[in-house]
């Protein structure tokens, strides 16, 4: 969808180091833009609304007041106690599809979300759409020419496939054909410090090879909870000794980017791109 230029845009999510790096650049386009942040901790500056992420009837009040119609989703948001779950006039009514969509997994639930939005009437908005600062560029790619790593990135793309329609991983590593991490609940950084110590074990950690490969899930939705790489990503993939990362870098959002090719040029770690 494209942005509607006769309505506000508004930000949802929880107001970390990315999100706010959108807003900011939102703002920077003159758009009358809000923010909702619906994690725990409250964030007094303006333009930014604190709302609990069940207070469905409070949100959709904020965006109606501002005249919004484009939202975008984008900051990590903090699991909700669902102790202090409580109804709000709004919110109940869409809890039958929520819990079926919890039973499935989180991109489910996020997919149900957007629908909740969409027909309410609201144009939700993929981060591209916001502005390509955030993605990498064709030059910014390297060529893969070795077939040995074609073929580790090749059957990490299909196992990552295979794992989706668990709602699962999001990465993992794969060196000479091996897998030696897949990415669980603890996150990119926690897999690849795993690697660097199975790799510190196997006796292999001064060996550059293989690659950490993360793509969207399959069939999730390609407007909220996409793939994240930053510096510390190349930090750690370069702790782990690794050939090179290997995204979707049209659905892969790259946090300080000017930096992350520099450094990412310091370290020779090779990005490349695949269609996943």
Same mark, same amino acid.
């Given at each position: =969808?494209?942005?509607?230029?006769?309505?506000s845009?508004?930000?949802?999510?929880? +107001?970390?180091?990315?999100?706010?790096?959108?807003?900011?650049?939102?703002n #920077?386009?003159? !758009?009358? #833009?809000i923010?909702?942040?619906?994690?725990e901790?409250?964030i007094n500056?303006?333009? /930014? +609304?604190?709302?609990e992420?069940? *207070?469905?009837?409070k949100? /959709?009040?904020?965006l109606?007041?501002?005249n919004?119609?484009?939202?975008?989703?984008i900051?990590?948001? $903090?699991?909700?106690?669902?102790? *202090?779950?409580?109804n709000?006039? *709004?919110? *109940?009514?869409?809890? &039958?599809?929520?819990?079926k969509?919890y039973?499935?997994?989180?991109?489910f639930?996020?997919?149900?979300?957007i629908?909740?939005?969409?027909?309410k009437?609201f $144009?939700?908005?993929s &981060?591209?759409e916001?502005?390509?600062?955030?993605?990498?560029?064709?030059?910014?790619l390297?060529?893969?020419?070795s077939?040995?790593d074609k073929?580790?990135?090749?059957?990490s793309?299909?196992i990552l496939?295979?794992? #989706?329609?668990?709602d699962?991983a999001q990465a993992?590593v794969?060196? $000479?054909? !091996?897998?030696?991490?897949i990415?669980?609940?603890?996150?990119?950084?926690?897999l690849l410090?795993?690697t660097?110590v199975?790799?510190?074990k196997?006796k292999?950690?001064?060996?550059?090879?293989g690659?950490?490969?993360?793509?969207?899930k399959?069939n999730?939705?390609? @407007?909220?909870? @996409? &793939?994240?790489?930053?510096l510390?990503?190349?930090i750690?993939?370069k702790?782990a000794n690794?050939?090179?990362?290997?995204?979707n870098?049209k659905?892969? /959002?790259?946090?300080n980017k000017n930096?992350? =090719?520099?450094?990412?040029r310091e370290y020779?770690?090779?990005i !490349?791109n695949?269609?996943?």
């Amino acid at each position: =969808m494209n942005i509607q230029s006769n309505s506000s845009l508004c930000i949802i999510g929880g +107001y970390d180091l990315l999100s706010k790096s959108f807003f900011t650049e939102v703002n #920077s386009k003159h !758009y009358d #833009s809000i923010f909702i942040n619906v994690n725990e901790k409250h964030i007094n500056k303006r333009s /930014i +609304y604190n709302h609990e992420i069940f *207070e469905l009837k409070k949100i /959709i009040n904020t965006l109606k007041k501002h005249n919004v119609r484009d939202i975008l989703f984008i900051g990590k948001i $903090n699991r909700p106690n669902l102790s *202090e779950f409580k109804n709000d006039g *709004e919110i *109940e009514k869409h809890l &039958p599809s929520l819990i079926k969509a919890y039973r499935k997994g989180d991109g489910f639930v996020l997919a149900t979300v957007i629908k909740i939005f969409e027909k309410k009437g609201f $144009n939700i908005l993929s &981060p591209l759409e916001i502005s390509k600062k955030f993605f990498l560029a064709k030059n910014d790619l390297s060529r893969l020419s070795s077939k040995a790593d074609k073929s580790d990135i090749n059957k990490s793309v299909k196992i990552l496939n295979d794992l #989706s329609r668990y709602d699962n991983a999001q990465a993992i590593v794969i060196v $000479n054909g !091996y897998i030696l991490a897949i990415e669980a609940a603890e996150g990119t950084d926690n897999l690849l410090k795993r690697t660097a110590v199975v790799r510190k074990k196997l006796k292999q950690l001064d060996r550059n090879a293989g690659f950490l490969v993360k793509i969207p899930k399959k069939n999730q939705s390609k @407007l909220i909870d @996409l &793939p994240v790489i930053g510096l510390k990503t190349l930090i750690l993939v370069k702790k782990a000794n690794l050939r090179g990362i290997a995204i979707n870098a049209k659905f892969t /959002i790259i946090k300080n980017k000017n930096k992350f =090719m520099k450094l990412a040029r310091e370290y020779s770690i090779n990005i !490349y791109n695949i269609n996943s």
